[in-house]
Nanobody, 121 residues
Framework: QVQLVESGGGLVQAGGTLSLSCAASGRAFSNWNMGWFRQAPGKEREFVAGIRWSGRSTSGNSVQGRFTISRDNAKNTVYLQMNLLKPEDTAVYYC???????????????WGQGTQVTVSS
């Protein structure tokens, strides 16, 4: 059973920074495409950023230039560094593992429980 455990969410003022982490169980982590998605109340789930097993990364249009995804295969962990946060970034952020290509397609096999990020104006 694969488990994804997100951490690092919280409340921050606009313009601030937060860093999310997602620790994954399972030996296949280094072979997986990983992704971060978010869902705000009343809105559909949105692709935030993805990183392939090769290390190649992509991000959604609304976060380009502000958010950076990275991974540490030795720690089975994927990160999301969020800078210049805006109130519209407020959402529950989900980590996803073993995603298809492109990661933005949301065809991921495993999902975390989510962590709340709230950005105040």
């Amino acid at each position: 059973q694969v488990q994804l455990v997100e951490s690092g969410g919280g409340l921050v003022q606009a313009g601030g920074t937060l860093s999310l982490s997602c620790a994954a169980s399972g030996r296949a982590f280094s072979n997986w495409n990983m992704g971060w998605f978010r869902q705000a109340p009343g809105k559909e789930r949105e692709f935030v950023a993805g990183i392939r097993w090769s290390g190649r990364s992509t991000s959604g249009n609304s976060v380009q230039g502000r958010f950076t995804i990275s991974r540490d295969n030795a720690k089975n962990t994927v990160y999301l560094q969020m800078n210049l946060l805006k109130p519209e970034d407020t959402a529950v952020y989900y980590c996803a593992a073993n995603c298809g290509t492109p990661v933005s397609g949301s065809l991921c096999e495993y999902w975390g429980q989510g962590t709340q990020v709230t950005v105040s104006s």
